[in-house]
């Protein structure tokens, strides 16, 4: 998740199961932090993830992380992104007022839109100069100077690795409207909102969207995306609810089930992204793929997502200690500046795709060089480098 915020808070009210045996591994939420700990080690997991995604290579971290599932990193943060959200605004708007805190977030668009056109104008313009020298971002020139700059102030580029940037405005954008509406009680109303976008979308793909002059379609489109940063922004701004709710599910039923649809679509995965074998009818093939598209986040995807969701919160919550002693000083400040991260490693992928025979090399060169790029973005973070100038 891109970081909005700087501080989080405790999601004391979302316990997850009682695990007897491993009740001393679980995370305590009554531990005083100001941050809960376990929404940045979440994160950090989508950093490394991303990190290691757009570090395309043959690796043995890409035979992990790509191809397996109906899920990526993106997913992750912009649901987390909402969550985060939803708890920080409530509290700054009893505190500051509904105008101010208002303020505070499309001043945070400001900042992401800023960063998003100086990335989209300084590669784009780059790739008019040296064809292939921006790669994977642009293969070639988009158009020509004043094409690019105007494109990329208008939402028209959508390059791969940093135009998720683009969505994260826009979402910023229409979260004074959504509050307005929670602070009326109509959250009823803000989810048939949510869920009509959606499903226009599914009906009528890319309907909404700015077609971009670089792709055929967005990779992001707003009209689908929102509903994953809808439904956390909603999650976390009634916390208090959600989690007496998540208190009445019969919790080993419910993770059983989640288990059994997460290994499901990990085989199905296996069959369909891997193998190419299933579906194997033309017709069934093309509505799987339409049902698990990525762009438009089709139904199948949906599932796939709450239910991994669901589990990957309630074991990080049930093996805390365990987990954050293992990995939790590596993931922790990863998913602190998620933002910094996924700033220094967009130069960083140009170069990587830079390097001669990297992208094909040996399975072990580029699994140490992806390690060795996720240990350096937490070398910086752990110094602070142009923590003054980076947004975070």
């Known amino acids: 998740m891109l970081n909005f915020f700087r501080k989080t808070s405790s999601l004391s ?64 943060f912009v649901f987390l992104s909402g969550f985060v959200l939803g708890m920080v605004t409530l509290k700054r708007i009893d505190r500051e007022g509904l105008k101010s805190a208002m303020r505070r977030l499309l001043e945070r668009s400001r900042v992401l839109y800023v960063t998003s056109f100086t990335l989209m104008v300084v590669f784009g313009l780059l790739s008019t100069i040296a064809p292939g020298l921006t790669r994977p971002s642009f293969e070639a020139a988009p158009g020509s100077w004043w094409q690019i700059i105007v494109a990329a102030a208008t939402f028209h580029l959508a390059p791969p690795v940093i135009d998720i940037l683009q969505l994260y405005v826009l979402l910023l954008l229409v979260s004074p409207g959504i509050f307005w509406l929670l602070r009326r009680g109509f959250w009823l109303p803000t989810l048939a909102i949510s869920w009509s976008l959606w499903g226009i979308q599914q009906v009528h793909p890319y309907s909404f969207s700015m077609h971009p002059i670089d792709r055929e379609f967005p990779y992001f489109t707003f009209a689908t995306w929102q509903l994953l940063y809808v439904h956390g922004l909603l999650m976390g701004y009634y916390r208090t ?152």
């Open 241 to 392: 609810e959600v989690g007496k709710v998540w208190k009445r599910i019969p919790k080993l039923p419910f993770l059983l089930a989640m288990g059994g649809l997460v290994i499901g679509f990990i085989v199905a995965a296996q069959y369909d992204m891997q193998l190419g074998l299933w579906p194997a009818n033309v017709m069934d093939r093309a509505l799987w793929l339409r049902f698990t598209d990525r762009s438009i986040n089709g139904p199948v995807r949906l599932v796939n997502l709450f239910a991994l969701f669901s589990l990957m919160f309630a074991a990080v919550d049930a093996f805390w200690q365990p987990l954050y002693k293992t990995f939790g000083k590596l993931l922790v400040p990863l998913g602190q500046n998620s933002l910094y991260v996924y700033i220094l490693h967009a130069p960083a992928t140009v170069v990587w795709f830079l390097i001669p025979g990297l992208v094909q090399g040996s399975a072990w060169l580029t699994t140490v060089l992806q390690a060795a790029a996720i240990a350096g973005f937490w070398f910086l973070i752990k110094y602070k480098v142009l923590f003054n100038v980076i947004p975070r």
């Open 13 to 76: 009210t979302l316990q997850s199961p009682d695990v007897g045996f491993f009740q001393a591994w679980r995370y305590d939420p009554n531990a005083g932090e100001k941050r809960d700990f376990r929404l940045d080690f979440l994160r950090g997991i989508a950093i490394v993830f991303m990190v290691v995604n757009h570090f395309e290579s043959h690796s043995y971290f890409n035979n992990i992380t790509q191809g397996h599932i109906y899920a990526s990193a993106a997913e992750g």
